[in-house]
């Protein structure tokens, strides 16, 4: 079977989408993960969600050689008016090409409306035949689900096939402040996720920066081992925001940027991480 290895377009942040799959191309990636995040796109508006401008980025996409699988357009499911904006969203990543839209899910005080709003979006996922990933927070407290047991418990309440999880190990890691192995903690969620994020984080004396897939502290070594013992298939995204960083307690800093990394470097840098994995999933 074919494993869809993506690449998430906020390796690239900073730069033009034209360019930014272009690039994805020249790096050896086959699919990529477009975001459509407001957290780190802040110009990002409903509008920003329309079916025309769908059919934009897509033409960009396919001029790159590149498909999609899966749309990163997290939010908080749990706000009033959530179930609109995410069923657009959905229409947006079912016009682009993409089969799962991955998204967060919320915390424990919005509980009541979250599971409210998720009962629209399953019914929704089934008549447009698309999938939504609940991905595990990086930082934050109080969430509904925050490691591999709380997701398999989440997604069971909710009872949809069409609700599964997009497990991210380094959300693990950090959302728990490095108590969670995710080594151990994503095999709770294997028989319920849809999707990876793979992420990779080296510490340093000011915080814990983004780093290539298999050179930092996720040990994916042991990960992928386990997939490929298992022989399980799902399909995964390196998610790198290179431009951003945690700090020393484990805060997600997404105000104060630096400055975009060459285009060649993170060019280098996708490609070896693309490199790692493949060669990790090779089966002897």
Not at 11 to 39: D, Q, R
Request: glycine share 6%; no cysteine; net charge negative.
């Amino acid at each position: 079977m074919n494993q869809i290895i993506a690449v998430n377009t906020l390796a690239y942040h900073g730069y033009e989408l034209a360019e930014v799959f272009e690039n994805i191309s020249k790096s050896g990636a086959k699919y990529v993960e477009p975001v459509f995040i407001k957290t780190y796109y802040h110009e990002l508006t409903e509008e920003s969600f329309s079916l025309s401008n769908a059919k934009e980025i897509k033409n960009l996409i396919n001029n790159a050689g590149l498909t999609v699988h899966a749309i990163a357009a997290h939010m908080d499911l749990g706000l009033e008016n959530s179930s609109e904006m995410f069923l657009r969203r959905m229409d947006f990543g079912k016009e682009i090409g993409a089969s799962i839209i991955n998204t967060n899910a919320t915390v424990k005080q919005n509980e009541k409306v979250f599971y409210t709003n998720i009962e629209k979006i399953s019914k929704y996922a089934e008549d447009i035949d698309i999938y939504v990933g609940l991905e595990n927070p990086g930082a934050g407290e109080n969430n509904i689900f925050g490691n591999g047991e709380e997701g398999v418990e989440l997604i069971k309440r909710i009872g949809s096939e069409r609700i599964k999880i997009n497990y991210d190990f380094a959300n693990a890691y950090m959302y728990s402040k490095a108590m969670i192995k995710p080594e151990d903690d994503f095999k709770e969620a294997l028989p319920y996720t849809i999707h990876f994020h793979l992420k990779d984080v080296v510490k340093y004396k000011d915080g814990f920066y983004l780093t290539k897939i298999g050179a930092g502290i996720i040990n994916y070594e042991a990960i992928f081992g386990e997939l490929k013992n298992l022989d399980i298939n799902i399909p995964m995204s390196i998610e790198l925001p290179l431009r951003f960083k945690w700090d020393l307690k484990y805060n997600f800093i997404s105000d104060k940027l630096n400055a975009p990394l060459p285009i060649t470097q993170i060019n280098s840098i996708i490609s070896d991480s693309l490199e790692y994995i493949n060669r990790m999933l090779i089966k002897s």
